[in-house]
């Protein structure tokens, strides 16, 4: 459950779990970590990723997966999106260091606001939802 701190608990214990937005611009083998939202970090982690401010780009804690911290991460890439030549975007939701959830979105031709979309869903690890699965909000907005 997530509370208003932004905090996910699990029977009622505080458990650090992490966001993280990679983007591919070339071959699947060229992820690169643009985005990563901690349990625990301050501030409002949509108000970064919609802002043009960046954070802890020379914080490499902070950029961990293995190692989690509570601090959030914002690569200055986001700001020129509509520049690169983005092929697919990956969110993944990681738990003690080991990835739990992932969604996998076409990011051709894609914007910073626009790529999380049903429409753009390539492949999930959620077995009950596609691009044919009703949803009332599926967007970076909600």
């Not at 459950?1 to 996910?8: A, F, K, R, W």
């Not at 992490?18 to 901690?38: E, H, S």
């Not at 949509?46 to 509570?70: F, H, R």
């Not at 697919?88 to 910073?112: C, D, I, M, P, W």
């Amino acid at each position: 459950m997530l509370d208003i701190t932004g905090n996910y608990h699990f029977n009622n214990i505080p458990v650090l779990m992490m966001m993280v937005i990679n983007i591919c611009t070339g071959t699947t083998k060229d992820w690169k970590l643009i985005f990563k939202v901690a349990t625990g970090g301050t501030g409002s982690f949509y108000d970064l990723y919609m802002g043009t401010g960046t954070l802890n780009m020379d914080n490499s804690a902070a950029q961990s997966l293995i190692t989690p911290i509570k601090q959030h991460f914002k690569s200055d890439i986001i700001n020129y999106w509509d520049s690169l030549q983005i092929d697919q975007v990956r969110v993944s939701v990681y738990k003690n260091g080991t990835e739990r959830a992932f969604f996998l979105f076409n990011g051709v031709g894609s914007s910073k606001t626009n790529w999380f979309t049903k429409n753009r869903l390539l492949n999930t690890s959620y077995t009950d939802l596609d691009q044919s699965t009703t949803a009332n909000y599926f967007s970076i907005n909600g």
